[in-house]
C-alpha cells in the first residue's frame, strides 16, 4: 500500500517551536510528529511512503535518512522552491508513486484511531477518491448526498455555503454534513483534471470541481473515529496523551 505524508507546511501555529525545526519534527512523547505516523503506517501494511517538504526540509530528509527510511520505501516530494497547497503537492509528487495505484494522504500532524488498513479496504474500485469522516464538533463540514458522494462544503459560522450543485445551494440542510478527517485516498484517474489547475490550489476545491464533472468523490462515516489536530502550543500535552493511552 501506499500514502502521501504532507509535511512541508510552515507550523506557523506552533511557533516558536517551528522557528527552528519543521512541524514534522515536533516531539510528542519522545518521538517527532513523522516517526509516529510512519511507524503507524508500516505498522497498517505500508511498504512505499512519500513525504512531500519545504520548511527546514533537509531536518526530515536528515531524519528519514538516519533511520534507513524505518525499513520501507520512502522517497522525497521536495517543495523548497515552492509550497504548493495540497492539490499541487498531490500533482508534483504522483510521479514517486507506481503507476496507476491509489494512495493514502494523510497530514503530519493528524493523531486519530483509524485501522488505516481497513480504510484502504474501504476504497473501492468505482470510486476516483474516499474521503474519510466523522461525527464531531467543527464550524466546518462536507456535504454527502444519499449515496455518500461530495457535493459541497458549509462553514456554519459565515453561513458560506460552496458548491457547484444548484439543489446543495437551495437546500444546503438537506445535505448530509460531517467534518473532514484530513485523510482520504486518491485515484491516479484524477491527475488528467489537475492539468489546467494553478501550481498550487487547494485539493477540496479540486474535488468538487471533479465532483461537477461526474468523477466520484465519495465520503466514509468513521463511527468512534477519535482525532487530534496537533497544530497548536496547547495540543501538545493532548498528543502525549492521546498517544501514550492509545
Known sequence: MNAFILAAGLGTRLKPLTDHMPKAMVPVAGKPLIEHLILKLKASGFSHIVVNVHHFAQQIIDFIDANQQFGIDIRISDERDCLLDTGGAIRKASPLFPEGEPFLIHNVDIL?????????????????????????????????????????????????????????????????????????????????????????????????????????????????????????????????QFITSS
Open 112 to 240: 486519530h484511531n483509524l485501522d488505516l488498513a481497513e480504510a484502504c479496504r474501504q476504497h473501492s474500485s468505482d470510486a476516483d477518491a474516499t474521503l474519510f469522516v466523522s461525527q464531531r464538533t467543527s464550524n466546518r463540514h462536507l456535504l454527502f448526498d444519499e449515496e455518500g458522494m461530495l457535493m459541497g462544503r458549509d462553514n456554519t459560522t459565515t453561513g458560506e455555503v460552496d458548491t457547484p450543485f444548484a439543489e446543495v445551494r437551495q437546500n444546503p440542510q438537506s445535505f448530509n454534513a460531517y467534518p473532514f478527517s484530513g485523510i482520504h485516498i486518491f485515484s491516479p484517474a484524477l491527475l488528467p483534471l489537475m492539468e489546467t489547475w494553478p501550481e498550487k490550489f487547494p485539493i477540496i476545491n479540486f474535488y468538487l470541481d471533479a465532483a461537477s464533472k461526474g468523477r466520484r468523490i465519495k465520503g466514509i462515516e468513521i463511527p468512534g473515529l477519535h482525532l487530534l489536530d496537533v497544530g497548536k502550543l496547547d495540543t501538545l500535552e493532548q498528543a502525549e
